[in-house]
């Protein structure tokens, strides 16, 4: 069974970057997808992108070419580096498969 947990989150300035990475348990690491989503205060769910399985990537609309998801075989992990961060984006940021959710991290931007 898989399991995932993301870091990386904290505090960051309006325009600052952050890198999160979700650590993917398991042995067939390279037959998922990794989805990230976030919740942000008093808002639903929101996909923020996917890396699929051949390292082909999609992003949500509002990422605007900020965010760049990327996987690392090797490790086991996918990261988020997220650019020109803004107030708007602050949320939990989640990292997922189709059918297993991971532990968040919190993702501030403020001044």
């Known amino acids: 069974q898989v399991q995932l947990v993301a870091s990386g989150g904290g505090l960051v300035q309006p325009g600052g970057s952050l890198r999160l990475s979700c650590e993917v348990s398991t042995t067939q690491f390279t037959e998922y997808a990794i989805i990230w989503v976030r919740q942000a205060p008093g808002k639903g769910d929101e996909w923020v992108a996917t890396?699929?399985?051949?390292?082909?990537?999609n992003y949500a609309r509002f990422v605007e070419g900020r965010f760049t998801c990327s996987r690392h075989n090797d490790k086991n992990v996918v990261a988020l580096q997220m650019n020109s961060l803004k107030p708007e984006d602050t949320a939990i940021y989640y990292c997922?498969?189709?059918?297993?959710w991971g532990q968040g991290t919190q993702v501030t931007v403020s001044s």
């Open positions: 890396c699929f399985t051949d390292n082909t990537t």
């Open positions: 997922k498969t189709t059918d297993t």
